[in-house]
Protein backbone atom coordinates (compact mmCIF):
# COMPACT_ATOMS: atom_id res chain seq x y z
CA UNK A 1 0.00 0.00 0.00
CA UNK A 2 1.42 3.41 -1.24
CA UNK A 3 2.30 5.94 1.92
CA UNK A 4 2.47 8.55 -0.80
CA UNK A 5 0.31 11.87 0.86
CA UNK A 6 -1.20 14.16 -1.56
CA UNK A 7 -1.60 17.54 -0.32
CA UNK A 8 -3.82 20.05 -2.10
CA UNK A 9 -3.18 23.97 -2.53
CA UNK A 10 -5.26 25.12 0.73
CA UNK A 11 -6.70 28.55 0.42
CA UNK A 12 -8.62 28.05 3.76
CA UNK A 13 -9.04 31.65 5.65
CA UNK A 14 -8.68 29.82 8.58
CA UNK A 15 -7.94 27.05 10.14
CA UNK A 16 -5.43 27.40 7.35
CA UNK A 17 -1.89 26.17 5.42
CA UNK A 18 0.67 25.28 7.30
CA UNK A 19 4.50 24.99 6.30
CA UNK A 20 5.39 21.29 5.21
CA UNK A 21 8.45 20.94 7.27
CA UNK A 22 7.23 22.04 10.21
CA UNK A 23 3.86 19.54 9.92
CA UNK A 24 6.52 16.75 8.94
CA UNK A 25 8.66 17.71 12.28
CA UNK A 26 4.92 17.62 14.23
CA UNK A 27 4.63 14.16 13.19
CA UNK A 28 8.34 12.64 13.61
CA UNK A 29 7.72 13.75 17.25
CA UNK A 30 3.91 13.16 17.68
CA UNK A 31 4.54 10.11 19.45
CA UNK A 32 7.63 10.75 21.64
CA UNK A 33 9.60 14.66 22.02
CA UNK A 34 12.96 13.71 21.66
CA UNK A 35 14.48 12.89 24.30
CA UNK A 36 11.29 12.71 26.53
CA UNK A 37 9.88 9.29 25.79
CA UNK A 38 6.38 10.45 25.48
CA UNK A 39 3.85 12.82 23.14
CA UNK A 40 4.02 16.74 24.04
CA UNK A 41 0.10 16.39 24.11
CA UNK A 42 1.23 14.17 27.24
CA UNK A 43 3.37 16.24 29.53
CA UNK A 44 2.95 18.93 32.04
CA UNK A 45 2.79 22.55 31.33
CA UNK A 46 5.08 22.59 34.03
CA UNK A 47 7.82 20.07 32.76
CA UNK A 48 11.08 21.15 31.89
CA UNK A 49 10.55 19.99 28.56
CA UNK A 50 7.32 22.16 28.26
CA UNK A 51 8.65 24.97 29.73
CA UNK A 52 12.16 24.81 27.08
CA UNK A 53 9.79 24.89 24.33
CA UNK A 54 7.82 27.98 25.59
CA UNK A 55 10.82 29.87 26.60
CA UNK A 56 11.81 29.22 23.22
CA UNK A 57 8.40 30.03 21.32
CA UNK A 58 8.89 33.52 23.47
CA UNK A 59 12.39 34.34 22.02
CA UNK A 60 12.07 33.64 18.37
CA UNK A 61 9.26 35.77 18.34
CA UNK A 62 10.90 38.19 19.96
CA UNK A 63 13.77 38.20 17.66
CA UNK A 64 11.15 37.50 14.42
CA UNK A 65 9.24 41.29 15.38
CA UNK A 66 12.04 43.26 17.44
CA UNK A 67 10.06 43.45 20.10
CA UNK A 68 11.20 45.46 22.92
CA UNK A 69 12.13 44.64 26.55
CA UNK A 70 9.48 46.65 28.06
CA UNK A 71 6.71 44.39 26.63
CA UNK A 72 5.19 40.89 27.63
CA UNK A 73 4.40 37.98 25.31
CA UNK A 74 1.38 35.93 26.27
CA UNK A 75 -0.68 32.82 25.34
CA UNK A 76 -3.77 32.93 25.89
CA UNK A 77 -7.06 30.60 24.68
CA UNK A 78 -10.33 32.37 23.66
CA UNK A 79 -9.71 33.33 19.92
CA UNK A 80 -9.72 36.95 19.32
CA UNK A 81 -13.58 36.73 20.13
CA UNK A 82 -12.38 36.32 23.65
CA UNK A 83 -9.86 39.85 22.89
CA UNK A 84 -12.88 41.89 21.86
CA UNK A 85 -14.20 41.29 25.43
CA UNK A 86 -10.86 41.15 27.56
CA UNK A 87 -9.48 44.46 25.96
CA UNK A 88 -12.11 46.82 27.06
CA UNK A 89 -12.61 44.95 30.41
CA UNK A 90 -8.78 45.55 30.84
CA UNK A 91 -7.71 49.13 29.12
CA UNK A 92 -10.77 50.99 29.14
CA UNK A 93 -11.60 52.96 32.79
CA UNK A 94 -14.92 53.87 33.70
CA UNK A 95 -14.95 57.96 32.97
CA UNK A 96 -12.64 56.97 29.31
CA UNK A 97 -13.15 56.37 25.47
CA UNK A 98 -12.09 54.44 23.24
CA UNK A 99 -11.44 55.10 19.76
CA UNK A 100 -12.52 52.05 17.00
CA UNK A 101 -11.61 52.11 13.47
CA UNK A 102 -14.43 49.76 11.60
CA UNK A 103 -12.99 48.34 8.11
CA UNK A 104 -15.07 45.11 7.73
CA UNK A 105 -16.54 42.13 9.84
CA UNK A 106 -13.80 41.54 12.48
CA UNK A 107 -13.38 45.01 13.14
CA UNK A 108 -17.28 45.09 13.81
CA UNK A 109 -17.71 42.22 15.80
CA UNK A 110 -15.03 43.73 18.28
CA UNK A 111 -17.00 47.01 18.39
CA UNK A 112 -19.96 44.71 19.23
CA UNK A 113 -18.63 43.51 22.36
CA UNK A 114 -16.64 46.68 23.55
CA UNK A 115 -20.02 48.83 23.39
CA UNK A 116 -21.14 46.21 26.57
CA UNK A 117 -18.20 47.36 28.47
CA UNK A 118 -18.04 51.16 28.11
CA UNK A 119 -18.04 54.10 25.64
CA UNK A 120 -16.81 53.59 22.52
CA UNK A 121 -16.34 56.25 19.67
CA UNK A 122 -16.31 54.59 16.03
CA UNK A 123 -13.74 57.21 14.52
CA UNK A 124 -14.69 55.98 11.24
CA UNK A 125 -16.70 53.22 9.57
CA UNK A 126 -16.40 51.86 6.14
CA UNK A 127 -19.87 50.83 5.55
CA UNK A 128 -21.22 53.42 2.99
CA UNK A 129 -18.17 51.89 0.87
CA UNK A 130 -19.27 47.88 1.58
CA UNK A 131 -16.05 48.14 3.64
CA UNK A 132 -13.55 48.18 0.05
CA UNK A 133 -11.19 50.93 1.46
CA UNK A 134 -9.67 52.19 4.57
CA UNK A 135 -9.59 56.09 6.03
CA UNK A 136 -8.04 58.52 4.00
CA UNK A 137 -5.33 61.01 6.15
CA UNK A 138 -6.77 63.31 8.71
CA UNK A 139 -10.65 61.20 7.71
CA UNK A 140 -10.97 59.46 11.17
CA UNK A 141 -11.43 61.25 14.41
CA UNK A 142 -8.90 59.27 16.43
CA UNK A 143 -8.64 61.67 19.79
CA UNK A 144 -5.10 60.94 21.29
CA UNK A 145 -6.54 60.89 24.64
CA UNK A 146 -8.73 57.75 24.36
CA UNK A 147 -8.17 55.43 26.80
CA UNK A 148 -7.05 53.14 23.33
CA UNK A 149 -7.09 53.18 19.35
CA UNK A 150 -8.66 49.77 18.26
CA UNK A 151 -8.08 48.75 14.75
CA UNK A 152 -7.61 45.23 12.67
CA UNK A 153 -5.18 45.67 10.23
CA UNK A 154 -6.32 42.65 7.42
CA UNK A 155 -10.03 42.12 7.78
CA UNK A 156 -9.45 38.35 6.77
CA UNK A 157 -13.98 39.01 4.98
CA UNK A 158 -13.31 42.30 2.92
CA UNK A 159 -9.75 41.48 2.22
CA UNK A 160 -8.43 44.87 3.20
CA UNK A 161 -5.23 45.70 4.65
CA UNK A 162 -3.42 48.46 6.60
CA UNK A 163 -0.27 49.40 4.82
CA UNK A 164 0.87 51.31 7.82
CA UNK A 165 -0.20 51.85 11.58
CA UNK A 166 -3.20 54.55 11.99
CA UNK A 167 -1.70 58.33 13.41
CA UNK A 168 -3.17 58.02 17.09
CA UNK A 169 -1.06 58.83 20.44
CA UNK A 170 -3.41 57.01 22.21
CA UNK A 171 -2.09 53.13 22.90
CA UNK A 172 -2.66 51.59 19.57
CA UNK A 173 -4.57 48.41 19.34
CA UNK A 174 -4.15 45.81 16.76
CA UNK A 175 -5.85 42.42 16.17
CA UNK A 176 -3.26 41.00 13.50
CA UNK A 177 -4.81 37.59 13.34
CA UNK A 178 -4.85 37.66 9.42
CA UNK A 179 -1.63 39.09 8.75
CA UNK A 180 0.49 37.84 12.19
CA UNK A 181 3.99 37.45 10.93
CA UNK A 182 3.53 38.57 7.23
CA UNK A 183 5.95 41.97 7.40
CA UNK A 184 8.25 43.36 9.71
CA UNK A 185 6.12 45.67 12.58
CA UNK A 186 7.26 48.95 14.40
CA UNK A 187 6.27 46.89 17.63
CA UNK A 188 7.24 50.09 19.93
CA UNK A 189 4.12 51.73 18.08
CA UNK A 190 1.77 49.51 19.82
CA UNK A 191 0.19 49.08 23.21
CA UNK A 192 -1.27 45.65 22.39
CA UNK A 193 -0.60 43.47 19.03
CA UNK A 194 -2.51 40.18 18.85
CA UNK A 195 -3.27 37.20 17.11
CA UNK A 196 -5.58 33.87 17.34
CA UNK A 197 -3.08 31.46 15.47
CA UNK A 198 -4.87 29.15 13.23
CA UNK A 199 -4.95 31.90 10.00
CA UNK A 200 -1.41 32.69 9.90
CA UNK A 201 0.68 31.18 12.56
CA UNK A 202 -0.24 28.29 14.17
CA UNK A 203 -3.10 25.39 15.11
CA UNK A 204 -6.21 26.93 16.01
CA UNK A 205 -6.34 26.72 20.15
CA UNK A 206 -3.66 29.54 20.97
CA UNK A 207 -3.94 33.27 20.93
CA UNK A 208 -0.44 35.49 20.64
CA UNK A 209 -0.55 38.54 22.65
CA UNK A 210 2.10 41.32 22.71
CA UNK A 211 1.28 43.83 26.02
CA UNK A 212 3.42 46.73 27.08
CA UNK A 213 4.08 46.88 30.45
CA UNK A 214 2.72 50.08 31.51
CA UNK A 215 -0.75 48.71 30.06
CA UNK A 216 -1.02 45.84 32.01
CA UNK A 217 -1.08 48.15 35.32
CA UNK A 218 -4.62 49.03 33.62
CA UNK A 219 -6.37 45.31 34.79
CA UNK A 220 -8.39 45.85 37.75
CA UNK A 221 -8.09 43.18 40.62
CA UNK A 222 -11.77 42.20 40.67
CA UNK A 223 -11.72 41.12 37.11
CA UNK A 224 -12.60 37.28 36.54
CA UNK A 225 -9.10 35.70 36.97
CA UNK A 226 -8.75 34.51 33.29
CA UNK A 227 -9.39 37.68 32.03
CA UNK A 228 -7.15 39.71 33.54
CA UNK A 229 -3.93 40.66 31.25
CA UNK A 230 -1.64 41.19 34.52
CA UNK A 231 -2.54 38.01 36.10
CA UNK A 232 -1.18 35.91 33.17
CA UNK A 233 1.61 38.11 32.78
CA UNK A 234 2.79 37.61 36.30
CA UNK A 235 2.31 34.14 36.04
CA UNK A 236 4.01 34.01 32.73
CA UNK A 237 0.95 32.08 30.75
CA UNK A 238 0.89 30.14 33.27
CA UNK A 239 -1.92 30.73 35.11
CA UNK A 240 -3.90 27.93 33.84
CA UNK A 241 -2.99 25.00 31.55
CA UNK A 242 -1.87 27.04 28.45
CA UNK A 243 -2.37 25.66 25.44
CA UNK A 244 0.74 23.37 25.07
CA UNK A 245 0.65 21.92 21.57
CA UNK A 246 -0.63 25.33 19.71
CA UNK A 247 1.98 27.27 21.90
CA UNK A 248 4.79 24.24 20.47
CA UNK A 249 3.32 24.73 16.85
CA UNK A 250 3.74 28.35 16.55
CA UNK A 251 7.07 27.74 17.87
CA UNK A 252 7.61 25.37 15.29
CA UNK A 253 6.52 28.55 12.88
CA UNK A 254 8.83 30.53 14.24
CA UNK A 255 11.88 28.37 13.24
CA UNK A 256 10.80 27.91 10.32
CA UNK A 257 10.44 31.74 9.54
CA UNK A 258 13.47 32.67 11.17
CA UNK A 259 15.69 29.70 9.58
CA UNK A 260 14.03 28.77 6.57
CA UNK A 261 12.52 32.12 5.17
CA UNK A 262 15.18 34.12 6.56
CA UNK A 263 12.80 36.16 8.69
CA UNK A 264 10.19 38.60 8.50
CA UNK A 265 12.11 40.94 5.24
CA UNK A 266 11.86 37.79 2.81
CA UNK A 267 8.22 37.02 3.95
CA UNK A 268 7.43 40.35 3.06
CA UNK A 269 8.79 39.70 -0.37
CA UNK A 270 7.52 36.58 -0.77
CA UNK A 271 4.27 37.90 0.32
CA UNK A 272 4.09 40.61 -1.97
CA UNK A 273 4.87 38.28 -5.10
CA UNK A 274 2.28 36.19 -4.46
CA UNK A 275 -0.25 38.52 -3.97
CA UNK A 276 0.69 40.50 -7.32
CA UNK A 277 0.01 37.25 -9.31
CA UNK A 278 -3.84 37.20 -8.16
CA UNK A 279 -4.01 40.87 -8.72
CA UNK A 280 -2.51 40.95 -11.49
CA UNK A 281 -5.03 38.48 -13.42
CA UNK A 282 -8.01 40.13 -11.75
CA UNK A 283 -6.48 43.73 -13.26
CA UNK A 284 -6.28 42.33 -16.65
CA UNK A 285 -9.19 40.12 -17.29
CA UNK A 286 -11.46 43.16 -18.79
CA UNK A 287 -14.06 43.03 -15.77
CA UNK A 288 -14.32 39.02 -15.58
CA UNK A 289 -13.02 39.22 -12.05
CA UNK A 290 -14.15 42.05 -10.28
CA UNK A 291 -11.66 42.82 -6.78
CA UNK A 292 -13.36 43.79 -3.63
CA UNK A 293 -10.76 46.14 -2.18
CA UNK A 294 -10.04 49.23 -3.81
CA UNK A 295 -6.44 49.13 -5.22
CA UNK A 296 -4.41 51.16 -2.43
CA UNK A 297 -5.54 48.95 0.74
CA UNK A 298 -5.45 45.09 -1.22
CA UNK A 299 -4.93 42.38 1.39
CA UNK A 300 -1.27 40.26 0.86
CA UNK A 301 -3.10 37.75 3.02
CA UNK A 302 -6.81 37.67 1.46
CA UNK A 303 -7.05 38.12 -2.31
CA UNK A 304 -11.27 38.74 -2.44
CA UNK A 305 -12.73 38.76 -5.38
CA UNK A 306 -16.30 38.35 -7.46
CA UNK A 307 -17.37 36.53 -11.30
CA UNK A 308 -20.04 38.32 -13.37
CA UNK A 309 -22.74 35.93 -11.39
CA UNK A 310 -23.08 33.59 -8.89
CA UNK A 311 -23.63 30.82 -11.26
CA UNK A 312 -20.16 31.37 -12.73
CA UNK A 313 -18.64 31.56 -9.48
CA UNK A 314 -20.52 28.15 -8.04
CA UNK A 315 -18.36 26.30 -11.28
CA UNK A 316 -15.22 28.28 -10.60
CA UNK A 317 -15.05 26.82 -6.74
CA UNK A 318 -16.37 22.76 -8.35
CA UNK A 319 -13.23 23.55 -10.75
CA UNK A 320 -11.01 24.63 -8.80
CA UNK A 321 -11.54 21.74 -6.48
CA UNK A 322 -10.97 19.38 -8.95
CA UNK A 323 -7.51 21.02 -9.91
CA UNK A 324 -6.85 20.59 -5.76
CA UNK A 325 -7.40 24.13 -5.35
CA UNK A 326 -8.85 23.91 -2.44
CA UNK A 327 -11.33 26.50 -0.10
CA UNK A 328 -11.67 29.17 -2.35
CA UNK A 329 -15.48 30.01 -1.67
CA UNK A 330 -15.75 33.33 -0.32
CA UNK A 331 -17.13 34.02 3.24
CA UNK A 332 -20.39 32.68 3.77
CA UNK A 333 -21.78 36.83 5.05
CA UNK A 334 -20.39 38.01 2.01
CA UNK A 335 -19.94 35.64 -1.03
CA UNK A 336 -17.39 35.19 -4.15
CA UNK A 337 -14.27 34.34 -3.93
CA UNK A 338 -11.37 34.37 -1.66
CA UNK A 339 -8.04 32.99 -2.14
CA UNK A 340 -5.94 32.98 1.45
CA UNK A 341 -2.56 32.85 0.65
CA UNK A 342 -0.93 33.04 4.08
CA UNK A 343 2.85 32.82 4.57
CA UNK A 344 2.77 29.24 4.76
CA UNK A 345 0.80 28.70 0.97
CA UNK A 346 4.00 28.06 -1.58
CA UNK A 347 4.21 30.06 -4.73
CA UNK A 348 3.59 26.97 -6.77
CA UNK A 349 -0.10 27.10 -5.67
CA UNK A 350 -0.66 30.86 -6.23
CA UNK A 351 1.25 30.03 -9.20
CA UNK A 352 -1.50 27.27 -10.00
CA UNK A 353 -4.09 29.30 -9.36
CA UNK A 354 -3.00 32.42 -11.60
CA UNK A 355 -3.45 29.98 -14.06
CA UNK A 356 -6.46 28.22 -13.44
CA UNK A 357 -7.99 31.77 -13.18
CA UNK A 358 -6.70 32.82 -16.49
CA UNK A 359 -8.19 29.56 -18.46
CA UNK A 360 -11.40 29.86 -16.60
CA UNK A 361 -11.71 33.54 -17.62
CA UNK A 362 -11.07 32.64 -21.02
CA UNK A 363 -13.33 29.85 -20.89
CA UNK A 364 -16.36 31.49 -19.90
CA UNK A 365 -15.33 35.37 -20.17
Known amino acids: MSTEVQRVFNFSAGPAVLPEPVLEQIQAEMLSLPGVGCSLLEISHRSKEFLAIHE ?15 YKILFLQGGSRLQFSMIPMNLLGKDQTADYLITGSWSKYALAEAEKEGKINVAWDGKADNYS ?8 TLNDDAAYAYYASNETIQGVQFPTEPVTKAPLVCDASSDFMCRPLPIDQYGILYACAQKNA ?14 LERSRDELPGYLNFKLHAEN ?4 NTPPTFGIYVVGLVAKWLKNEVGGLDKMLERNRLKSSMLYD ?8 YEGHAQPDCRSL ?13 KAFNDESEKQQLASLKGHRSVGGIRASIYNAM ?8 AQFMRDFASRNG
Open 56 to 70: AAKADLTELLGIPSN
Open 236 to 239: DSLW
Open 202 to 215: GPAGVTVLIIRDDL
Open 281 to 288: VIDNSNGF
Open 346 to 353: PVEGVEAL
Open 133 to 140: RLPAPGEA
Open 301 to 313: MNVTFRLPNETLE
